[in-house]
Nanobody, 124 residues
């Protein structure tokens, strides 16, 4: 059973930075498509960034150039470096995992493993 535990959220001012972490336990996560999602109150969950099992990355347009997804295979940990934060980035951030082949994409229904979330709040 794969378990995901996020950390690193907090409150920052506009223009600030945070780094989220997602520790993965129960399997070698290099075999997984890993994604960061976020959900603000009253909105649908939005895919933010992904990294495939081959190491390729992709980002939502709203965060491209500001956020960077990466992974440390030795630590079995996924990261999301968030720079130049804006109030509209305020949300609960979740990491998610999908094992195996197939297309790695920012689609919520593809993912069976989820963390509990970490809150990011950006004030103006």
């Amino acid at each position: 059973q794969v378990q995901l535990v996020e950390s690193g959220g907090g409150s920052v001012q506009t223009g600030g930075a945070l780094r989220l972490s997602c520790a993965v336990a129960g399997d070698t996560f290099r075999n997984y498509c890993m994604v960061w999602f976020r959900q603000a109150p009253g909105t649908e969950r939005e895919g933010v960034a992904l990294i495939s099992s081959y190491g390729s990355t992709s980002y939502a347009g709203s965060v491209k150039g500001r956020f960077t997804i990466s992974q440390d295979n030795a630590k079995n940990t996924l990261y999301l470096q968030m720079n130049s934060l804006k109030p509209e980035d305020t949300a609960m951030y979740y990491c998610a995992a999908r094992r195996g082949g197939g297309i790695c994409r920012l689609k919520e229904a593809d993912f069976g493993y989820w963390g509990q979330g970490t809150q990011v709040t950006v004030s103006s």
